[in-house]
């Protein structure tokens, strides 16, 4: 991962990078294998740390907060009820992707930019990738 970064220069010396983490395995690890790069890069960067409660019914309000107060360092978490907005919009029997999506990259972009990030880190794992790619082929 650390030459990949470096050969796409996915992050640059000072950059104040935002890593979202949703909850999902894939967010752990990206946070996880970006703090030891931190460690060990030649180069300084800044992780900020940010979930986004969407106040989806049974998510589990206090993991998150509680395993993001013993990482230490910058770190925020976001609550903005996009669920209900998708659910009003769209019928119950269609699926909630696109809109959630969207609602969430919006709110997430619009964060990074009042917090200065200079880049976004996301986790997707390969079944996200594949999903994406028949979403924006059919749709």
Do not use: W
Not at 52 to 72: A, C, E, I, S, T
């Amino acid at each position: 991962m650390g030459k990949s970064i470096a050969d796409y220069r996915m992050i640059d010396p000072g950059d104040r990078v935002m890593v979202c983490l949703s909850g999902e395995k894939d967010s752990y690890g990206m946070l996880d294998i970006l703090m030891g790069l931190q460690r060990q890069a030649p180069a300084n960067f800044e992780l900020v740390v940010v979930n986004l409660d969407q106040k989806q019914p049974g998510f589990p309000k206090d993991v998150l907060p509680r395993y993001l107060r013993q990482l230490g360092g910058e770190l925020h978490i976001i609550e903005k009820n996009t669920y209900s907005v998708v659910t009003d919009k769209i019928a119950e029997n269609k699926t909630y992707c696109g809109l959630c999506s969207r609602l969430r990259r919006g709110t997430l972009y619009g964060f990074a930019k009042q917090i200065g990030a200079d880049k976004i880190a996301l986790g997707h794992h390969r079944d996200d990738i594949v999903e994406t790619l028949f979403l924006n082929m059919f749709y």
